[in-house]
């Protein structure tokens, strides 16, 4: 496996690849790796030939009063996962690399990031499109993996490569769970065992939801209404948002006549999950 941590060697060594007729898959990361991770890397690794996997907490995507300094990080650790997992590269550029002093070029989408989490967390998804951006330019993949937990972003990356006329294929990854339904996560480290239930609030109320319209609710209000009394009954959450909306535009949906996502973050005392998943109203229910 190899280890680039300079952008001008990685776009050497991407062109190397390219001119050799193979094609790059691409797993941007921000590191401590977890199965969910894992699961990206061997979509990728379906996809393309040599397999680039980034490792970058980028801080454009973090606000202010957002865990930057203490992400959870363990670089020894993500390396020999990645070995594990046959990675070809590993991409670790640092901050000054990627963000030179007097850096001023942003992409922001316009939009999408006006919805769930992009109301709680301003300019995080500017700080995702610009970083994603710069990491294409530099790896110049001609896949690149992406998981659906994050189901806005993406969305944003979608929306981003098909404005601005990326050629690259973005692959979706389904959400992996453990065994009790949570959504695998690098925050879950920071959970505690006492805090566990709160965090399963979030899939029993994506549960709940998808089996309540499944059965004929369209009320959307009464649905998100009544999932909330649940996660509020667990004295450490704080919801931030949940929202039933058109997986497209991520515009509110009043009324579910067709397939629906229902997203939502909560807060677990610092630790700030998110969680989605795809409302399908079972039209031969009677
Ligand atoms: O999903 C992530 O881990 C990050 O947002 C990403 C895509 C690596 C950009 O920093």
Redesign the pocket.
Known sequence: MEIIDNVKDMQLRADEIRSFGKTIAFV???GFLHKGHLSLIEKGKKAGDILVL?I???PA?FGPNEDFDSYPKNIARDLELAEKQCVDIVFTPDKESLYQKNYQTYVDVNDLPNHLCGLCRPGFFK??AT??TK?FNIVKPHYAV??EK?YQ?LAV?RQMVKDLDFDIKIIGSPTLREEDGLAMS?RNAYLTKEQRPAALSLYNALVKARDIVKKGEKNASKIINSVSMDIKKYKDTQIDYISICDPYTLEDVDIIEESVVMALAVKVKTTRLIDNMVLTPDLNYI
Request: net charge negative.
């Open positions: 941007p990361t921000m980034s970058f907490v980028n995507q700080g995702v970083v994603v990491l992406f998981g994050d972003q990356i690098s």
